[in-house]
Nanobody, 118 residues
């Protein structure tokens, strides 16, 4: 099995920064891609950013230029650096991984709360 453990959420003022981390562990053969989703109250979960095993990245339009996704392949860890945070970035952020063990599967972390408020 695979476990994804997130850390780094919290309360920050508008314009501030936070860095989220997500470490994958377990019987991992390879990681196809990992990314971050978020879900605000009353809204659907949305993809924020994703990074592939080749290092290709993609971002939601709403975070381009403000958020940066990166990875440490040796540690099976992905990071989300969030700068210039806005109140509308407030949400529960979930780590997601498309990971191969004996087969390829979709895995999720437990979520971490990010609140942007003065």
């Amino acid at each position: 099995q695979v476990q994804l453990v997130e850390s780094g959420g919290g309360l920050v003022q508008p314009g501030g920064s936070l860095r989220l981390s997500c470490a994958a562990s377990g019987s991992i053969f390879s990681i196809v891609h990992m990314g971050w989703y978020r879900q605000a109250p009353g809204k659907q979960r949305e993809l924020v950013a994703r990074i592939t095993s080749f290092g290709s990245t993609m971002y939601a339009d709403s975070v381009k230029g403000r958020f940066t996704i990166s990875r440490d392949s040796a540690k099976n860890t992905v990071y989300l650096q969030m700068n210039s945070l806005k109140p509308e970035d407030t949400a529960v952020y979930y780590c997601n991984g498309y990971i191969r063990t004996t087969r390829v599967g979709d895995y999720w972390g437990q979520g971490t709360q990010v609140t942007v408020s003065s």
